[in-house]
């Protein structure tokens, strides 16, 4: 009898040893899991903020040619409006005169005339 009660508690202390490792092992899994998600999230954060980082100097470009062509095309028009300008300039002054300061001209005479009358 008392070989069957220590065959027991032999075989109750191997399900303790064994349930004793198992809980060890699955905390080691658990930790070895918990560090290898840790590591893909830093590797896809590495990979998202590398292609953040290639699309802003892509996006920085076109912004930048875009904005030398629109500079470009500016500077032509200004250009092309002072030529247009300084060719047409003594027509523009006459235009000028003949429309504004004349008539403003006739106005002071007439006053002048009509004040003279008085």
Not at 63 to 75: G, S, T
């Amino acid at each position: 009898m008392e070989h069957i009660i220590n065959k027991i508690i032999e075989i109750e202390t191997r399900a303790q040893n064994l349930i004793s490792d198992a809980k060890r092992e699955q905390a080691e899994l658990s930790q070895k899991i918990a560090e290898a998600l840790e590591e893909k999230r830093k590797e896809y954060t590495k990979r998202a903020n590398r292609q953040i980082e290639s699309i802003k100097k892509e996006e920085t470009r076109f912004a930048d040619e875009r904005l030398a062509i629109m500079k470009k095309d500016h500077e032509e028009k200004i250009d092309k409006l002072k030529k247009v300008t300084e060719s047409n300039m003594s027509e523009l002054i006459g235009k000028i005169y003949e429309n504004i300061i004349k008539p403003t001209d006739l106005n002071a005479n007439l006053n002048a005339n009509a004040n003279l009358g008085e």
